[in-house]
């Protein structure tokens, strides 16, 4: 089975930091196989920007080997990359100054009926003067759209500011908030598998289900981004856009229509019902570490301080949460969330776990029942995974054995899984902002973060150590345990 292509009208996407990690990582890459499956058409045009006073000739050079190293080699011809690499234009302008910003009017003058794409795939602090030198060289024309990506802002009061300075340009229904995870196959397919399903929707309640778990894990460390990720932490980073983003899609009720207001209406209803947390300093709702030298499935590596190149630092590089949500749906219903860095594994996913069932009909010999659950892993192998009790084949009395329905992407549709980006980048060009967050989203996002960062800023307890290459502090698993539960580690 192949996926359908649906070719977009002809664009000019302005990608500012054009030589950022992101661009060169992400991007390019996703813009390159939606060109190579011909969804891009053959007037879309590219233009790279950043301060670098770089050619148009080594920018080019620079894509060449961005493809070359995050695209798979058998995806690439010297055909489909000499095409791609045909797009791509280059301008070095100053984000915060006027210089370059005439040259970039003129190069924008022949797309001016196209539809314009600004991405800005800088720092949030750079968000409010790119968009002020957007409106001042008049390109904020009706075609024009920007995306911005997180972080935006680092607590509430910051991310109205940025807000406000991209909202005094373009309108709401111009903005794009991009968070990749909503773009992610897995992502969507949860809508999917509650909307366009009768077998889950009446079960998807307090009444029928236990708990919820989310992690998003990664084996690796800081790496080059210690510098950032000290200013940041797990909770901005991780916590306060992709998993309550997660959270919002797992718990929200049905919109009425599949419409980008629609679906965002729902979520946000999801995380204004979030339980404040008022006492973040408590191991039975909060609990953040940091992790020390340890072991990875490479070898030894180093702790997090070796890694900043520092003595000390109160940033976390792990955080577990208890939340829960005051609404009849999910009333006395737990959601239990984790993310960190340096952990057992790479893993993102989301366990739904549903209740016992109230009475066995079979003796002891048949072994344990387990209940139920639901597993949608959304990286690094996207699918779902149903755990069921089924008897145990063979004579000799019944047997019960938990075994798993289980749909790998890759191996059902029999096709190349696309990256977020691929889809999101898109569906900027198509004005479909479903997959986007809405400003109040995001504000409201941070209402309930700004407590928990409040509590840590004001305390001298510093982040719980725990070992690389292990699941976070031990505290973490006291935290989901005390309530009689455990983390599913891999949905097992």
């Known amino acids: 089975m192949t996926s359908r292509v649906i070719p977009v009208a002809p664009f000019v996407l302005v990608v500012f930091g ?136 680092k607590t509430l009061e910051s991310a109205r500011k ?31 598998l509650r909307f366009a399903n009768g077998l889950f929707e009446p079960l998807w309640n307090a ?118 949500i005051l609404n009849w749906r999910w009333a006395g219903v737990p959601f239990f969330l984790r993310t960190g860095k340096r952990l057992a594994e790479r893993v993102s996913e989301i366990v739904i776990a549903f209740r016992p069932i109230p009475h066995s009909v079979f003796d002891g010999a048949a072994g344990p029942i387990a209940a139920n659950r639901l597993v949608i892993r959304l990286q690094p192998d996207e699918g779902v995974k149903l755990w069921l009790m089924t008897k145990d084949p063979g004579p000799g009395g019944m047997r019960l054995r938990e075994v798993p329905l289980d749909m790998s992407f890759a191996d059902a549709f029999g096709t190349r899984n696309p990256d977020a980006y691929e889809r999101l980048v898109l569906d900027v060009v198509r004005g479909n902002q479903t997959l986007f967050m809405r400003r109040d989203e995001v504000e409201a996002a941070w209402t309930w973060i700004d407590p928990i960062l409040t509590a840590w800023t004001n305390s001298d307890e510093r982040p719980k150590p725990y070992t690389a290459g292990t699941w976070g502090p031990s505290a973490a698993i006291a935290l989901i345990e005390r309530d009689g539960r455990t983390w599913l580690d891999g949905g097992t």
């Open 207 to 324: 009444a029928h289900i236990d708990h919820v778990q989310i992690t998003v894990a990664e084996s690796l460390g800081v790496e080059g981004r210690a510098g950032y990720y000290d200013t940041a932490g797990a909770l901005r980073d991780m916590v306060q856009n992709h998993i309550l983003q997660l959270v919002c899609l797992v718990a929200m009720e049905p919109p009425a229509l599949l419409d980008a207001d629609a679906v965002r209406d729902e979520k946000l209803k999801v995380l204004r019902a979030l339980k404040p947390i008022s006492d973040a300093l408590s191991t039975h709702t909060v609990v953040r570490g940091q992790y020390r030298a340890g072991a990875s499935s490479g070898g030894a590596v180093p702790g997090y301080l070796e890694e900043l190149g520092a003595d000390t630092s109160t940033t976390e590089t792990f955080v577990a949460i208890k939340a829960e």
């Open 18 to 153: 054009a030589t950022g990690d992101l661009a060169r990582r992400k991007l390019l890459p996703a813009l390159f196989h939606r060109d190579i499956d011909g969804q891009i058409p053959d007037e879309a045009t590219v233009i790279g920007v950043s301060r670098g006073p770089f050619t148009e000739e080594q920018y080019i050079a620079l894509a060449k080997t961005a493809i070359n190293e995050h695209v798979a080699a058998g995806d690439i011809t010297e055909e489909n990359l000499a095409k791609f690499l045909g797009r791509l234009h280059y301008l070095s302008a100053d984000a915060d100054r006027d210089g370059g910003w005439d040259e970039l009017k003129a190069a924008l003058q022949p797309y001016q009926d196209r539809i314009t794409v600004f991405y800005l795939a800088t720092g949030p602090e750079l968000f409010g003067p790119i968009c002020e030198r957007i409106k001042k060289f008049g390109l904020d024309g009706e075609n024009a759209r920007v995306v911005v990506e997180k972080p935006i802002g």
């Open 162 to 192: 940025v807000n406000d300075a991209v909202g005094a340009v373009f309108p709401e229904d111009r903005v794009y908030r991009i968070d990749h995870y909503l773009g992610k196959e897995a992502v969507q397919n949860l809508m999917a």
